[in-house]
Nanobody, 120 residues
Framework: QVQLVESGGGLVQPGGSLRLSCAASGSIFRIDAMGWYRQAPGKQRELVATIFSDDSTTYADSVKGRFTISRDNAKNTVYLQMNSLKPGDTAVYYC??????????????WGQGTQVTVSS
């Protein structure tokens, strides 16, 4: 089993910043990619950013230049630095990972989600 635990959400004013963290634990042999998704009320879950094992990254167009994804391989942790936040960024943010377990079987776990609210 592999667990993902997110932290760092909260309430912030427009233009402010937040940093989300997601720590993976459990029977991990290798993490090939980690990413952040978000889901606003009444909307589908959307991909925000992904970081791969070679440190390459992808971003949704809506967050490019404002959000930065990074990872600490020693801690199996991924971060999302969010700057210049807008009310449209309000959502529950979920962490996801592409894991190879010690058993050799792949797994695609999700975190429980953390609420980010951007409002004055």
């Amino acid at each position: 089993q592999v667990q993902l635990v997110e932290s760092g959400g909260g309430l912030v004013q427009p233009g402010g910043s937040l940093r989300l963290s997601c720590a993976a634990s459990g029977s991990i042999f290798r993490i090939d990619a980690m990413g952040w998704y978000r889901q606003a009320p009444g909307k589908q879950r959307e991909l925000v950013a992904t970081i791969f094992s070679d440190d390459s990254t992808t971003y949704a167009d809506s967050v490019k230049g404002r959000f930065t994804i990074s990872r600490d391989n020693a801690k199996n942790t991924v971060y999302l630095q969010m700057n210049s936040l807008k009310p449209g960024d309000t959502a529950v943010y979920y962490c996801n990972a592409r894991v190879v377990q010690r058993s050799g079987f792949p797994l695609d776990p999700w975190g429980q989600g953390t609420q980010v609210t951007v409002s004055s």
